[in-house]
T-cell receptor
Framework: DQQVKQNSPSLSVQEGRISILNCDYT??????FLWYKKYPAEGPTFLIS?????DKNEDGRFTVFLNKSAKHLSLHIVPSQPGDSAVYFC????????????FGTGTRLTIIP | NAGVTQTPKFRILKIGQSMTLQCTQD?????MYWYRQDPGMGLKLIYY???????DKGEVPNGYNVSRSTTEDFPLRLELAAPSQTSVYFC????????????FGDGTRLSIL
């Protein structure tokens, strides 16, 4: 039962253009959502998060949008840079006091120079 | 600033052997987690701890044990290694409850042959 889904295993984007990564979830108890970036042979690095009380959060080139009615979130990267090439994981948690993360399967983003 | 440190980085085990994956953090974080990542999959939670002396099972705990005698350390024990435990193991931590991101180590790549 995949509660967090990233349906696009890979995405290629031209440098300077916008990258849009998508994530869907099924558990209505999730109230905190995060995006992690992962390079090969490294651990996931926290990128940006959003609480369910918001529908948008922005940090520099990165913006996360949350549509609770559709149970969908997206990460926008603009402009895309070669260093953004990595695997991006969407994760979610429900506030039960332990904040266990449920991860999607990841999207490999390749920025084409 | 060390953050979350995992040792060893790589290990090959024979079926039936045992080993301990070490995880230590120097951020005085109360919450710690162990995840495994299989190829093409997201991270799955094995065990977690919300403080010294407190541990609980995650999604895939079978074949593993943990202990949390100090705030800094959260070792993961494999008692009888099986090929199905071949994976990359990540340790993570966060300060406390509420909506905060988890911070990850760089992982231990484990092969069981």
């Amino acid at each position: 039962d995949q509660q967090v889904k990233q349906n696009s295993p890979s995405l290629s984007v031209q440098e300077g253009r916008i990258s849009i990564l998508n994530c869907d979830y099924t558990n209505s108890m999730f109230d905190y959502f995060l995006w992690y970036k992962k390079y090969p042979a490294e651990g996931p690095t926290f990128l940006i998060s959003i609480s369910s009380i918001k529908d948008k959060n922005e940090d520099g080139r990165f913006t996360v949008f949350l549509n609770k009615s559709a149970k969908h979130l997206s990460l926008h990267i603009v402009p895309s840079q070669p260093g953004d090439s990595a695997v991006y994981f969407c994760a979610a948690s429900a506030n039960f006091g332990n904040e266990k993360l449920t991860f999607g399967t990841g999207t490999r983003l390749t920025i084409i120079p | 600033n060390a953050g979350v440190t995992q040792t060893p980085k790589f290990r090959i085990l024979k079926i039936g052997q045992s080993m301990t994956l070490q995880c230590t953090q120097d951020m005085n974080h109360n919450y710690m987690y162990w995840y495994r990542q299989d190829p093409g999959m997201g991270l799955k939670l094995i065990y977690y701890s919300v403080g010294a002396g407190i541990t609980d099972k995650g999604e895939v705990p079978n074949g593993y044990n943990v202990s949390r005698s100090t705030t800094e350390d959260f070792p993961l024990r494999l008692e009888l290694a099986a090929p199905s435990q071949t994976s990359v193991y990540f340790c993570a931590s966060k300060k406390g409850g509420g909506n905060q991101p988890q911070h990850f180590g760089d992982g231990t790549r484990l092969s069981i042959l």
